[in-house]
């Protein structure tokens, strides 16, 4: 099984500050993807990164998988109350026998004060 | 709206019992996930079914089962609950592989008491 590792588990800041998540593990990954769940409903994707090194941008959300495919960040420039939730990095890995399985880390707990 | 469905919302029963979830994919999604959050286990992948057939297996306890029918839908059946089964249930659907997006239910929360 792989495990994926976040931190931090809890964060809080103010609107307006930068803030990274971070997703370890030493398993390496076909494809990472990152999730965003708000109470009471499922998580929801934000992006998929495949490649080793690639970065990609959403609005104020930057996302960046390492070159080795083990890790990947997430880097929140000017928080804002909306982006409160919790924030789940997943990896995909060959299971074998043809199948794929996606693993979750515990998440990050965001909250942005305004 | 993530276009998956899941019944019930919530779910309360007593130690010993047995319980259904049922969740309705995306239309077009052939391949349905179970996944069971916990506050200290987080997201824990049980299940995933593709057109009918089993296809990948976690962390999933010999007391709980699944199926998913002809018409895509899927079902988790959890027996003989203990306390520890409390939790929040979720179904996910793909077009095939965990590779592409995943779309979640809004769960279901079960509370064994």
Sequence with gaps: TQLLEQSPQFLSIQEGENLTVYCNSSSVFSSLQWYRQEPGEGPVLLVTVVTGGEVKKLKRLTFQFGDARKDSSLHITAAQPGDTGLYLCAGVAYSGAGSYQLTFGKGTKLSVIP | ?113
């Design chain 2, 1 to 113: 709206d993530s276009g998956v469905t899941q019944t019930p919302k919530h779910l309360i029963t007593a130690t010993g019992q047995r319980v259904t979830l049922r969740c309705s994919p995306r239309s077009g999604d052939l391949s349905v996930y179970w996944y069971q959050q916990s506050l200290d286990q987080g997201l824990q992948f049980l299940i995933q079914y593709y057109n009918g057939e089993e296809r990948a297996k976690g962390n999933i306890l010999e007391r709980f089962s699944a199926q998913q029918f002809p018409d895509l839908h899927s079902e988790l059946n959890l027996s003989s609950l203990e306390l520890g089964d409390s939790a929040l249930y979720f179904c996910a659907s793909s077009v095939g592989t965990p590779n592409e997006k995943l779309f979640f239910g809004s769960g279901t929360q079960l509370s064994v008491l």
